[in-house]
T-cell receptor
Framework: AQSVTQPDIHITVSEGASLELRCNYS??????LFWYVQSPGQGLQLLLK??????LVQGIKGFEAEFKRSQSSFNLRKPSVHWSDAAEYFC?????????FGAGTRLAVHP | NAGVTQTPKFQVLKTGQSMTLQCAQD?????MYWYRQDPGMGLRLIYY???????DKGEVPNGYNVSRLNKREFSLRLESAAPSQTSVYFC??????????????FGDGTRLSIL
């Protein structure tokens, strides 16, 4: 079955610390993978996407993600978190005519 | 550049009432989608439209109907609202839904409460 798992429901980091949000997928073929961010009261904004090629993908706002086929993972990273990064983050993969989303990880940033 | 526009932003209904959520996109996208977002469940697809004149059911279509009015507009209708339909509803669009991997552009959502 096709699915996306985000193991961490909530994560809290200090401003300036590094961040890694985990995402695991279950899919039989090469996945098309995305990370979206949702600020409170807003819609989802695309951070980055992986289709093929280089497994390290750069996105907006200083985020990057690494695709690891052997681990079925697509973890999101940022070397130094800013207070404005507090939001909910969704991993998704692209099926035909739809995206399949994980349940999300809510990020809190302490000053 | 407005992107995807949803109206209304907030709505409170009584059980049994009907209403239509409106969505319009100005990016000339072929595909449009309606999702609902509930705590701890991510986004679940209600209906989608791969092109003008076509609609298909998603994961949770029961209790909803949709209309792809033209290429720009895709509406979602609740004929007889139920408390279980209290949720945040998102409309999205993408260039071509038939191919895998097309990123979607989202509206800001409609927060709907059914009493």
């Amino acid at each position: 079955a096709q699915s996306v798992t985000q193991p961490d429901i909530h994560i809290t980091v200090s401003e300036g610390a590094s961040l890694e949000l985990r995402c695991n997928y279950s899919y039989g073929a090469t996945p098309y993978l995305f990370w979206y961010v949702q600020s409170p009261g807003q819609g989802l904004q695309l951070l980055l996407k992986y289709f093929s090629g280089d497994t390290l993908v750069q996105g907006i706002k200083g985020f990057e993600a690494e695709f690891k086929r052997s681990q079925s993972s697509f973890n999101l990273r940022k070397p130094s978190v800013h207070w404005s990064d507090a939001a909910e983050y969704f991993c998704a993969f692209g099926g035909y005519n739809k995206l399949i989303f994980g349940a999300g990880t809510r990020l809190a940033v302490h000053p | 550049n407005a992107g995807v526009t949803q109206t209304p932003k907030f709505q409170v209904l009584k059980t049994g009432q009907s209403m239509t959520l409106q969505c319009a996109q100005d990016m000339n996208h072929n595909s449009m989608y309606w999702y609902r977002q509930d705590p701890g469940m991510g986004l679940r697809l209600i209906y989608y439209s791969a092109s003008e004149g076509t609609t298909d059911k998603g994961e949770v279509p029961n209790g909803y109907n949709v209309s792809r009015l033209n290429k720009r507009e895709f509406s979602l209708r609740l004929e007889s609202a139920a408390p279980s339909q209290t949720s945040v509803y998102f409309c999205a669009s993408s260039e071509e839904g038939r191919e895998r991997g097309q990123p979607q552009h989202f509206g800001d959502g409609t927060r709907l409460s059914i009493l």
